[in-house]
């Protein structure tokens, strides 16, 4: 998680990441990113998913990850 905070945030659209371990649950994980817009997000899970990244990160994983992208008020 360590890499995550310090990679994503130099990838285009991406401006900060703030990784949360839950408080009883030492395998379980939450990540706010914040993007510029969702079309830059989309098009950095796009790159990982065809250069192979994406897969190797949900081998990992005992469930497949939730994501959604969230407006500010």
Same mark, same amino acid.
């Given at each position: 998680?360590? @890499?995550?905070? &310090?990679? /994503? !945030?130099?990838?285009?659209? #991406? =401006? $900060?990441?703030? *990784? %949360? +371990?839950?408080? $009883?649950?030492?395998?379980?994980?939450? /990540? *706010?990113?914040?993007?510029? =817009?969702?079309? %830059?997000? @989309? &098009?950095?899970?796009? +790159?990982?998913?065809?250069?192979?990244?994406?897969a190797k990160?949900?081998?990992? /994983?005992?469930? !497949? !990850? #939730? @994501? =959604?992208f969230y407006? !500010? /008020?």
């Amino acid at each position: 998680m360590q @890499s995550v905070k &310090a990679d /994503l !945030p130099k990838v285009k659209g #991406c =401006d $900060s990441v703030l *990784v %949360l +371990r839950h408080g $009883s649950a030492e395998t379980q994980y939450t /990540l *706010v990113e914040e993007w510029q =817009d969702a079309a %830059l997000h @989309s &098009a950095h899970l796009e +790159r990982m998913v065809s250069s192979g990244a994406w897969a190797k990160l949900e081998a990992l /994983l005992s469930a !497949p !990850p #939730c @994501s =959604d992208f969230y407006v !500010p /008020l």
